[in-house]
């Protein structure tokens, strides 16, 4: 599936370069935010460990793209791009682990998730006052840094995320650039990793990871 959005990523952004002689094409730069709640858990393999809830706390990510957009008429293609890695707050978990004679101890883990170059392909749909529908796919490449009682460490996983948004677009006055606002909900897909080098495997899960999203855009027709 990776393949699949890097390969129509480089597709639409051929084109817009063939074409932007025909002042078809936007390119811009955005600022953008998330707010989620997710959890983190990491689960161990025993029999005698105490089923625990998951770390869960509302985290606040900002993070800038760039994107090119094609223009078809009745609906654009765009590409958008995170050109560096984004990383989100680490998550606390405390565990209580029984034995088997009963005693407990608790032990403290921290997850952080970090994002890999996310590249979001979208259509938007937008009528003659400015205002839009944009509806999007993204893929990225996903480390998790951890910190857990057991020591594990985890190899990298894959995400996926759907993006829904309305906003409006203005020109910036005489500049010859424009101005976008929008804001929207993004949702993406949980994460399990399993550290299976061990002969009792552990995993970490990874869920709720959606929120509302706002995003500014300057942007240029070529």
């Known amino acids: 599936m990776n393949k699949i959005f890097k390969i129509f990523s480089l597709v639409l952004f051929s084109l817009s370069l063939g074409t932007i002689s025909q002042a078809e094409v936007k390119m811009g730069i955005s600022a953008s935010g998330i707010d989620m709640s997710p959890s983190a858990k990491e689960e161990l393999w025993s029999a ?92 990225a490449d996903v480390k998790t840094k951890e910190t857990t009682p057991t020591g594990s460490k985890y190899p990298d996983a894959e995400v996926y995320g759907g993006h829904v948004s309305v906003g409006f677009e203005r020109p910036l006055g005489d500049t010859g650039y424009d101005f976008r606002f929008e804001g929207g909900y993004s949702g993406y897909t949980n994460i399990t990793v399993v550290n299976d080098q061990t002969a009792r495997p552990t995993k970490i899960h990874v869920n709720d990871l959606d929120g509302v999203t706002a995003r500014i855009s300057i942007l240029r027709t070529y």
């Open 48 to 139: 005698f460990s105490d089923e625990q809830p998951a770390a869960s706390e509302d985290i606040q990510v900002p993070f800038g793209s760039i994107f090119v957009e094609k223009d078809f008429g009745v609906v654009s293609l765009g590409v958008d791009v995170i050109p560096y890695d984004t990383s989100s707050e680490e998550l606390n978990n405390v565990r209580t682990n029984t034995g088997g004679a009963g005693d407990q101890d608790t032990t403290d883990g921290k997850v952080e998730v970090v994002v890999s170059m996310p590249i979001m392909i979208y259509a938007l749909l937008q009528n003659d006052a400015g205002a839009f529908l944009k509806l999007g796919a993204s893929y």
